[in-house]
Structures are given as C-alpha cells and as structure tokens.
C-alpha cells in the first residue's frame, strides 16, 4: 500500500471509533508589545493622519509637520517599538580625569573626615601628592555617594520629650458646647509697646456667648496664667465648666493646679493647630486693632490695666458681635441664660 493510499485510508476512518492525531502544530501568535504612553501618542497621531491627512493631524493634536514625518519615516507596521522615544543621552560623553588611586585616597581622606567639605580635604590630598583641584574633588566625593562607596554618617535628632500634663488632656471628638460657659478658649499675646518694653496679654472668650475677659502682665509665665485664670473665677459673669488652650508652657504647672483644685477641664490643642482656638484667635486681633493700635497711654500696668478693663467692657455690652446676629455678648448671654432656665 502506497503512502497516499495510507494516508486515505487513515482519513477515511475518522467516525468509525478510531482517534486521529494531528502530525502540525498551530503558527505561533506574536505577542503584541507593552508600549510607552509617549510611543500609544504618536501611534494614534499617525493613524489620524492616515484617514484625514496630516494638516488635519497638526490642528487636532498640535504637532507639527516635520515630527509627523519624522515619525512616519520611523514608524514601522511589524515593529511598533520604533515610535519609542530614543535615548537623548550624548553619544560621546565626558571620561573622568583622575585614576583609581585618586578615588581611593579622597574615600580615605573622607572616610577619616566625614564631615569636612571638599574644601577642607584638598590640602590633606595635596601633602600625600594628590594635585586634584577642588573642583574635581567634590565630583568625586559625590560620585563615590551615589555608587555607595562612601556612606555618610547618620545625623542624630535629639527631641525633648514631651512634658507630663497631670490634668490637661486632648479634648473629646463628641464634646460640642451648647451653653455659655461649657467651653473658654484662653491664649496670650505678646505686645511690643512703642516705647521698646513688652507685655503679655491674657485673653479668654467664651465659644457661645463670646463673652470675653482680657488681662495684662509683663510675663506670660504658669503662675500669671494661674492668677488670670484666678481672676476669671471672680469676675467672669457665668460659670466656666471647660478650658481650651495651646501647648505653651504658660499653661502649666500652676495654671492645671489651679483648674484641678476647681474642677474644671483643660483641654490641649494638637501642636501646629491655632485653627481649633479660632474664637480666641480672632479676638486677639480685635484687641490689637481696637485698642492696642488706637491707645496713646503710658504702658505701665498701673495704667493699661484700667484702660484694658475699659475696654473689655465696651466690648462685651456695646459693640455688636456679628457671630451673634449683631446682638451684644452680654444681650445674647442674659437671654441664653433665660431661656436655659425655662427650659430646665
């Protein structure tokens, strides 16, 4: 039987309950390239210049006409890697101009030194013969760095801890105050007078009256904020049930004692948060726009303190509050404190 007699006869049998085995394999399918999105750019750019003509392709996509061509002579069907872009690194690139040896005394010079400058090490090179410009030097200090032949020392940060606050604490997320007194921002100012002294302001408001009370001393120290905080428990006109404050060290030591012994909490903003003390903040301005700006008094405390006082007083029962409703502070505190009462 003939080859081509066999090969009919295998053919034929196939659906009889004989298996045919194929002799070929399948072409293999190439594998379609990862392009850059620089190169999927151009590709799309050349396929609308195709369909619509380049002059169409300049106006849509902004290119011009001379980088189309120049795309299109490189631009091969089979091989869409030609549209990448190419290196620009120079073909002909700068050789270094010292040895080995060079390398090696600088990363010992370094290494015994690691920090002096370039400028300190060329005279050491130049006593062990090395005639290297200081130029040069510090090229090859930053070329050992990047090839990590030369590692530089660690800087070591040296952070104070942070201070024990045996009563102040972060205030809650759910805490919201609703009623005068439930929360008072307090903050200082520091005051340079025309006369070259300086003072130290201490400024309270409360968040939903906006009752304010203002003191001054010429240091902003625990025990100063201790005798305000003092000074508020007697004259404030309503009870203070929270304290909010920064981080200074004002609020400290005697100034937590002085609000544990009373009862009440004192709450510490994050660090770098003035935004949280908002209220406080803005009244500082006020009292340095209102006031500090427009008084022509001596700067003692015998005589600023009244004036202060003074104005503490037209601020809260005459001079509308806008966060009010252009009521005054104490017009809004006397009706809140009516209607809490009637409520209760």
């Known amino acids: 039987m003939s080859k081509r007699t066999k090969r009919w006869s295998s053919a034929a049998s196939i659906g009889r ?6 002799s070929w394999r ?4 190439p594998v379609p390239p990862t392009l850059s999105p620089v190169a999927k750019h151009r590709l799309q750019v050349l396929e609308f210049a195709q369909r619509h003509g380049v002059g169409l392709a300049v106006e849509a996509y902004g290119v011009s006409r001379s ?3 120049a795309w299109r002579t ?20 700068r050789a270094v101009c010292w040895s ?19 400028r300190k090490l060329v005279p050491l090179l130049r006593a062990e013969g090395c005639t290297l410009s200081e130029a040069t030097v510090g090229r090859i200090v930053r070329r050992l760095k990047r090839s990590g032949r030369l590692v530089e020392p660690k800087r070591r940060m040296h952070r104070r801890p942070r201070p024990v606050r045996p009563h102040a604490t972060r205030k809650p997320a759910a805490y919201r105050p609703q009623h005068p007194g439930d929360l008072l921002q307090i903050d200082t100012v520091h005051l340079h007078t025309d006369t070259g002294s300086q003072l130290r302001q201490f400024s309270a408001i409360d968040v939903v009256s906006r ?33 909010q404050v920064d981080g200074g060290s004002e609020f400290m030591a005697e100034f937590e004692e002085i609000c544990a012994a009373n009862g009440i909490p004192v709450y510490v903003l994050p660090p770098r948060s003035p935004k949280l003390n908002g209220c406080v903040e803005r009244f500082n301005r006020t009292s340095r726009e209102e006031f500090w700006e427009c008084y022509e008094g001596t700067y003692d405390l015998a005589s600023v ?5 003074a104005w503490e007083d037209e601020y809260n029962r005459l001079r509308p ?12 505190l006397a009706a809140a404190t009516q209607t809490q009462k009637s409520n209760m």
């Open 26 to 29: 399948l072409p293999k399918v």
């Open 67 to 69: 980088t189309i061509y």
């Open 17 to 22: 309950g004989q298996s045919m085995q194929l």
């Open 74 to 93: 490189r631009y091969h069907p089979r091989k869409l890697e030609t549209l990448e872009p190419k290196s620009r690194a120079p073909k002909r690139k």
């Open 211 to 243: 009752v304010a009370a203002v003191g001054v001393r010429t240091r902003a120290t625990a025990g100063t904020a201790a005798a305000f905080v003092d000074e508020l428990l007697d004259r404030f006109p309503t009870r203070i049930r929270a304290i």
């Open 100 to 118: 080995w040896a060079d390398e090696q005394a600088i990363l010992k010079v370094r290494q015994a030194h690691p920090r002096w400058g370039k």
């Open 305 to 309: 303190q009244p004036a202060l006082r």
């Open 321 to 332: 509050h806008q966060a009010l409703a252009m009521q005054r502070p104490i017009e809004f």
